[in-house]
């Protein structure tokens, strides 16, 4: 068919001329028969107005192309700030290194001087200061000459020189490091006059580390220290100190018993040592006060005589005489027999408390007799106090004891085989409490 606006001839099926652009309604042939017919009114248009839908689909697509462009614009530029902040750590991170190469090379230590300058070389290609560097740092590991036994004589020798100013200027630091890196290189070199500065360097950095409060390091030190000289008194005693004062920290309100016992020896040894005199008399006190609660009075005032022998104070003088009339109320109430027994039974009482000779001693004595107040002989008495205990046998008088008792505190005392009314006595410093056993009739 020919195009109704133009007359050029157009082939096969169109719904637009190719050559002017007229819309076709109609291809002019009839598709049962391929028979041409007369064109429709609808065919004869203008041509400005066919032009107009394919015009719209032109506008579609050059907005759908802005819109792509300006997507692509917005990832071009969150890529470009990006690369933009990247280079930056990047350049801040190549200076780091270069620094750090700075300092190995100036230390003489050219492998990590290597190490550093080739990465922050990496990092940032135009920091020239860090190529230039670099290029000298290899230069001088190629030109190195190899340690030689000659020229590694010569080393040990200059670095035992440094170690042995070190140790003159008491700078333990840098002992331990050449000390360090002289071993490695050869363990025989003047071993024993490096063992000595490294002892020296270890003792008295440890006493440093006392002065600072940091006496699990401390005893770590001294240990090295006895390693080097397994009889040096000085590092013994350091170590010994620091151990007492760390186990008595470590019972310290969970067992004032032992907390004592290791502060006490402290005392002993050095009643200057750090805070161990306050320490020693707030132990003291505390245990006390723990020993009142559970009405052991005379236990109580025992401490509290401990604490006022390390620090007087007349507060604390006041609350042991308190302990002390207490514990005298109950030694009398105790001095009278109890309520009537089955027959055959032995009740214990305390009788009385005198004192001994010595005031770091404690006792407990007694008797045990039948009802017509006969001692009884072989009669097994037993003591015992937390998971401790002892047997006495009486002699023929019935008396028996338990002399040399080394703590405090309150001591349950009964008969082994007879049927008995145990009683509790409390053990007292420079005290000995008497403790009978009768039979009751």
């Not at 692509?72 to 350049?91: I, P, Q, S």
């Not at 151990?243 to 032992?258: G, I, N, Q, V």
């Not at 009314?421 to 009751?440: C, H, L, R, S």
Request: hydrophobic residues 40%.
């Amino acid at each position: 068919m020919r195009c109704p606006q133009c007359g050029q001839q157009i082939t096969g099926r169109a719904s637009c001329c190719p050559h002017c652009g007229r819309r076709l309604r109609s291809t002019g042939l009839t598709p049962e028969r391929g028979a041409l017919r007369p064109p429709l009114q609808d065919d004869l248009r203008p041509l400005g107005h066919t032009r107009q839908g394919c015009g719209w689909s032109f506008l579609v697509l050059f907005a759908t192309l802005l819109a792509i462009l300006g997507i692509v614009g917005l990832g071009l530029a969150g890529a470009y700030h990006g690369m933009k902040d990247r280079t930056t750590l990047e350049r801040r991170a190549a200076q780091e290194h270069y620094e750090k190469g700075l300092a190995h090379f100036d230390a003489g230590e050219l492998e990590l001087a290597e190490a550093e300058l080739e990465l922050a070389v990496q990092l940032d290609s135009r920091l020239e200061a860090a190529a230039t560097r670099l290029a000298e740092t290899r230069q001088r590991l190629e030109t190195s000459p190899t340690a030689t036994p000659v020229l590694q004589a010569e080393i040990n020798a200059i670095t035992f020189e440094e170690l042995r100013a070190a140790h003159n200027q008491r700078d333990w630091t840098r002992v331990f490091a050449l000390a360090d890196r002289l071993l490695a290189r050869d363990p025989t070199y003047q071993r024993s006059e490096l063992d000595r500065m490294l002892f020296d360097a270890l003792y008295q950095s440890g006493q440093q580390l006392v002065e600072e409060n940091r006496l699990e390091e401390a005893a770590r030190l001294f240990d090295r220290a006895l390693a080097l000289q397994p009889t040096n008194a000085d590092a013994a005693r350091a170590k010994q100190l620091a151990t007492l004062y760390l186990a008595a920290k470590s019972y310290w309100s969970a067992d004032w018993a032992k907390a004592i016992e290791s502060l006490s020896t402290l005392y002993r040894l050095d009643a200057s040592y750090r805070d161990v005199r306050q320490l020693t008399h707030d132990a003291y006190v505390n245990y006390g006060d723990v020993l009142a609660k559970q009405g052991d009075w005379c236990a109580a005032a025992q401490q509290y005589a401990r604490a006022l022998e390390v620090i007087p104070a007349q507060e604390l003088s006041a609350k042991r005489e308190t302990a002390l009339d207490h514990c005298d109320e109950v030694a009398s109430a105790t001095a009278q027999w109890g309520p009537a027994e089955p027959s055959g039974t032995f009740v214990g009482r305390i009788v009385k408390q005198t004192d001994l000779d010595d005031s770091k001693k404690m006792s407990i004595r007694g008797s045990v007799a039948d009802r017509e107040g006969q001692g009884v002989r072989n009669i097994k008495v037993q003591i015992r106090a937390w998971d401790w205990w002892a047997v006495s046998v009486t002699d023929a008088q019935g008396q028996y004891s338990f002399d040399g008792l080394v703590n405090p505190v309150t001591y349950t005392l009964t008969l082994f085989d007879r049927p008995c009314v145990p009683v509790n006595a409390a053990g007292v410093w420079g005290k000995t409490t008497w403790v009978d056993f009768q039979e009751a009739g």
